[in-house]
Structure formats: C-alpha cells, structure tokens
C-alpha cells in the first residue's frame, strides 16, 4: 500500500526528462559527454578540481582507499553510527575497520575519539557527515594533517552544506558523494569523488574503468581500449544516470531552497514538544538537508520507538528508524565479535531516532499532520506505560 505521506520522493521535473529522453536519442549511452559535465559541476560545488562519477557512493569510498593504497594489514578508523557502506568499503579494500562512538549532538565523531584510535596501522580516516552535518570535520581535519593520515570525507549526504564558509566535500584529501533517490540530487544509482589531487584523480578514473588508461575513457582507442594497467572494475556512471544528475545540478538552487523550507517548517512546528531531540546544527553550518531525523528523549526505549513509527505508518506517514551501529549488525558481530555496550552513544541514538517524511513537496499541512500525528503516537505510548506528560504546544 502506498503511503499518502512517504518518507521520501524524489524531485524530478520535465527538465530531468528531457535530458534522460535527449541522451536515449543521443546513442551515447556511456562514456559520452554527460558524465564529464555532470563531474565538473559537483566538483565546483565542492571547490574541488577533479570530479570522478562512479556507479554509488559506495564505489567512490572503495575507490578512493584503493587509490590511497590501503590493503591487508591496514587500518581504517570510521565511525560506529553510520550507514554500512562506510565499514564494508574498508573490508573490500582488505583492511580492518576501528569504530569510534559518536558526538551525542551532531551524530559525528569527534576529533578527540578519533585521536584515540590511532596507531602505526591507521591508514586512513573514513568521517562521515551523518544526516549531512558537517559539524567538526574541520577538526578531524587538521588532526588527520598533524598525523599525516589520508581524511577520507565521506560526504554522501551532504552536498550543498557548509561549514564556516567552506562547503562539503571541500575537507582532507578527497571527498565522496552519493545521489541515491533520496538524495539532494539524484542521479537514481550514482556518485562522485572530489579531490584536488591529479594523481589520486586519475588513479580512480582508471580503476573505475577496469583499470585502462585514464586517457582512454572516452571511447575505444586502436590498441588502448583493451590494454588495463592495474587491476580496476567496471564502476562507471552511465551517461543516462548522468544526464538525470546534471538537469538536477542546473535546479540546485531551487531544490536545495525548498528542502531548507521543508526543514524549517519542521523545526517551528516541533519545537515545543518536549519529548522531542531536534537536529542541533552550529550556527558556522549552512544545511541542505539530506532527512529530518528526530530523537526521543532518553526515557524512551527502543521498543516505544518502534510501536511510535508503527503507528505513523498505520496513519499512512512514511517514517523509519535510522542507523543500527555497524559494529552491532550480524555480519560484523559474527566475524569482529562485538558485542551491546562498546559504543553507548551510537547504541543509545539508534535506539531513539525517527527519520519523519522529508522531500522537496511536503506541504505545511502535511508537515503539521505528521508532527500532530507523531505527538499523538507520543503520548499512547507515554498513557501505555502510565507517565502521560505534555508534549507538542505544552
């Protein structure tokens, strides 16, 4: 059954049609001139020189260690609250994963935890911009240049933000964005790396190509096209995807002004509800706003969680839980062997977040159905367990 309020829906208008429809008629359906155009404008978002498209923002993290040289026996410090990819990309490149907890406020790690988990294995430092905040990945940066360890700037959710005047994607060696379907901008599957390094650029434009001659991207070449120098693989970015990504680039704008809207109308509706954590965003950050993701207060417990989001969802309002800690998913207690209780900030925040619908057409109205809707969750489960308290408007 389809939502009448989902979690997420893509922005997607007669211009992103038209560039999809224009590059089906074109016949260069990869490796054509859409992805170096759609490269060249997230990389000037991000202040960058060099944009690689690849196939996910997962591949770009892959990419990118593979490029920095990390294999067996390395290290990778990441964080704990974060979407999987973030640790899998690390044991793909046959290095081990280090979780550090996060920042109680921003979702983060901080620099200070980070430091901690350094050793003469760390190869590199994979900081995540959780929910697209890129609080204190200045910090890390300048912890990673005194150490002289790569940053990795996993900013999938964050393109369009700031912090103190620089933008996401801007931070440590190289950057890496995303533009799944609930993304900022979408491109459906797809991502991109941003570096001002030549030689880590051209190192990924290979890789991403089976590992040809960068200089061989654009087409088969006689006796090119079938020399591969290292070993690479096929993570390209379709000129279909790309053209989806650069008819979005062209709306940037006004796609990031009314997820700003979107946002704000949430926070002035919420803002009385005092079971409710808000996103707690520095007043040196500019957000774009990838979700809207709340927190129960800590009295709550995973399980009243969970029965509030069922019962958005009964109403029909999309809403979800958000970032189970990597450390605690099955795969990675099975071969690492951990186990509840080694990163009580990441445990405590899964337990109690609430992703709320988040796209670019959400009205005030359906804004204020779903904070009306999610106080009245609130307090059944609050009546459940016999602490009935004021909430929304109190």
Known sequence: ???????????????????????????????GPKAPQFEKMVAERAGRMHGVAVSSGTAGLHLALMALGVGPGDEVITPAFSFVASANCILHSGATPVFV????????VCAAEVEKKITDRTKAIIAVEVFGNPAGIDEIEQ?????????????AESLGCSLAGRPAGSFGRVGVFSFYPNKQVTTAEGGVIVTDDDHLAGLCRS????????????????GTWLVHERL????????????????????????IEMRQ?????YTRTLAGNTNLILPTIGDDTVMSWYVYVVRLSAEFSQLERD????GLRRHDIGASNYFPP???MPFYRKVFGYKPGGFPCAESVSQRTIALPFFNSLTDNEIDLVCQTLDVMIQRVMFTRGALRPGRGA
Request: charged letters at 30%.
């Open 1 to 31: 059954m389809t939502e009448a309020i989902p979690l997420s829906r893509p922005d997607i208008s007669d211009r992103e049609i038209r560039a999809v429809v224009e590059t089906l008629k074109s016949g260069r359906l990869s490796l």
């Open 101 to 108: 907890d996060c920042d109680p406020k921003s979702q983060n």
């Open 143 to 155: 912890l990673a240049l005194r150490y002289e360890i790569p940053l990795i700037e996993d900013c």
């Open 207 to 222: 890789m991403r190509n089976h590992g040809r001659p960068d200089l061989v991207e654009q087409g088969p070449g006689l």
């Open 232 to 255: 690479g693989w096929n993570y390209r970015l379709s000129d279909l995807h790309a053209a989806l990504g650069v008819a979005q680039m062209e709306r940037f704008d006004e796609i």
């Open 261 to 265: 809207r979107v946002a704000a109308v």
């Open 307 to 310: 029965e509030i989001i069922a």
């Open 326 to 328: 990597i450390p605690l």
